[in-house]
Structure formats: structure tokens, C-alpha cells
T-cell receptor, first 115, second 116 residues
Framework: AQSVAQPEDQVNVAEGNPLTVKCTYS??????LFWYVQYPNRGLQFLLK??????LVKGSYGFEAEFNKSQTSFHLKKPSALVSDSALYFC?????????????FGAGTTVTVRA | SAVISQKPSRDICQRGTSLTIQCQVD?????MFWYRQQPGQSLTLIAT?????????ESGFVIDKFPISRPNLTFSTLTVSNMSPEDSSIYLC?????????????FGSGTQLSVL
């Protein structure tokens, strides 16, 4: 069975500071990993994904994530956070190389960026 | 990408009643899923909506409680039956094309349901 863990319920940073949202995963084989963001009263928006290749993946809104196989992690990062980045972030994983496209989500991390 | 319209966006219902949520996509999609997001919690997959056949439910979810229809490749409905306050959640439709193994899913804006 596949799963992800987001160890931090909340992350608070000042605007302009680096932002990191942590995610670790558990899956048999090489994982397909995703980050989604949920703004208040809106659905989930796709940020980025890791399938294979370069461990550093760049996504929307200046976000990037680094896949670390030895640490089974896929942390989301942004070098300089904006107040508008305040939202709920979800890490997700799915079984690789199958036709099962179902995603398993982490518990979510609420990011608050203060001005 | 896809434009996914979910209706209603929110509703307040009385216990014992049922609510049907609609998901309309602006293009044909292979995959449609229904997720539930309970207050302060993550997303849990309810079922996979299969076109022309019965939905595939995840553990803990049953057809009698969450009947699903998918008459074609652009539309699906989820009904929350005989509602109780524990059903208060956000319900999200998710779609994808399955054209590649690295397919990402797109999500609707969700239906926020409150049961009194």
C-alpha cells in the first residue's frame, strides 16, 4: 500500500524567507509523487510532479521539490515566499507503472506567510 | 487541462435527506474519481466512477450510501444518501485522461456540504 506523511500541520514564515513543506512517502517501487495546493474555498490545484529523471522538479508559482530516494522524501520548496502562498498544501503518491491512477494524499500542511 | 464544474458549490441539508452532486467536464476524460475531505483532514478516495458500469468503491464506502452515476465520458454524479452530520465534508470530483503513466489529476472546486 502507498502512503505519504506530512509531519507538519502548520508552517509559518515571513514574506521573502524560504519556504519548505515536508513530505515523506512509502510505496513499493519507484514512486510517482505530486504536490497540490488548495486555496480557501477552492479546489486543488496541481503544482508539480516527480516521475523520473532530475531529482529537482520545478513547478508552478515558483515552487520546486526535491526527490530524495534514500530519505524517501519529496519536500516542497520556494526560495522566497509570498503572502499569496498562504494555503493548504498536499503531498500525494500513486502506484508507479500501473493503470491505477488513484492518489493517496498526506494530511496536508497549512502554510501561513506573514507580511 | 480541463474545466471541471461542480454543482452545487455548497449546500446545507437536513439529516435524513439526500444530496446529488454533479461533476461536468468540458472534454471527454477516461478517469473520474470522487474524493471526500472532512473538516481539517486530508482527501480520502470514495470511489472510481466507471463509465457505463458500476463504480468501484474504496474500503469503508458503499454504494447504498454513495451511489454514483457516470453515463458518459464528461459527466458524473455522486449522491450522499440519508445524510447525517458526520457527512459534513467537502466532496471533490477529480478527472484525468490516462494517456500516460505519469498522468496528473485535475480537481473540481468542490462541494461544501453541511448537514444539520
Amino acid at each position: 500500500a502507498q502512503s505519504v506523511a506530512q509531519p507538519e500541520d502548520q508552517v509559518n514564515v515571513a514574506e521573502g524567507n524560504p519556504l519548505t513543506v515536508k513530505c515523506t512517502y512509502s510505496v513499493s517501487g519507484n514512486p510517482y509523487l505530486f504536490w497540490y495546493v488548495q486555496y480557501p474555498n477552492r479546489g486543488l490545484q496541481f503544482l508539480l510532479k516527480y516521475i523520473t529523471g532530475d531529482n529537482l522538479v520545478k513547478g508552478s508559482y515558483g515552487f520546486e521539490a526535491e526527490f530524495n530516494k534514500s530519505q524517501t522524501s519529496f519536500h516542497l520548496k520556494k526560495p522566497s515566499a509570498l503572502v499569496s502562498d498562504s494555503a493548504l498544501y498536499f503531498c500525494a503518491v500513486r502506484a508507479p507503472n500501473t493503470n491505477d491512477y488513484k492518489l493517496s494524499f498526506g494530511a496536508g500542511t497549512t502554510v501561513t506567510v506573514r507580511a | 487541462s480541463a474545466v471541471i464544474s461542480q454543482k452545487p458549490s455548497r449546500d446545507i441539508c437536513q439529516r435524513g435527506t439526500s444530496l446529488t452532486i454533479q461533476c461536468q467536464v468540458d472534454s471527454q476524460v477516461t478517469m473520474m474519481f470522487w474524493y471526500r475531505q472532512q473538516p481539517g483532514q486530508s482527501l480520502t478516495l470514495i470511489a472510481t466512477a466507471n463509465q457505463g458500469s458500476e463504480a468501484t468503491y474504496e474500503s469503508g464506502f458503499v454504494i447504498d450510501k454513495f451511489p454514483i452515476s457516470r453515463p458518459n465520458l464528461t459527466f458524473s454524479t455522486l449522491t450522499v444518501s440519508n445524510m447525517s452530520p458526520e457527512d459534513s465534508s467537502i466532496y471533490l470530483c477529480s478527472v484525468g485522461w490516462g494517456r500516460a503513466t505519469n498522468e496528473k489529476l485535475f480537481f473540481g472546486s468542490g462541494t461544501q456540504l453541511s448537514v444539520l
